[in-house]
């Protein structure tokens, strides 16, 4: 019962705290993008680069 209860206040949350942001969509729109791009370009560096793995001591 009391995760029930949870997840209803965890909605209720979500949908008050999403409320200012569809009055700033394009604001939020914006910055969306401009965060893709960057993961975008940061994995495309990682991409280019090739990936050095260290063999493990077994000690870990």
Do not use: C, N, W
């Not at 009055?23 to 791009?37: C, Q, Y």
């Not at 993961?39 to 990682?46: G, K, M, Y």
């Amino acid at each position: 019962m009391f995760a029930v209860i949870l997840s209803m206040l965890y909605k209720v949350a979500r949908k008050l705290l999403s409320a200012p942001a569809v009055l700033r969509r394009d604001t939020s729109k914006d910055a969306e993008l401009r965060v893709l791009r960057h993961e975008d370009a940061v994995l495309r560096r990682q991409i280019s680069s090739p990936v050095h793995y260290e063999p493990s001591t077994g000690s870990g």
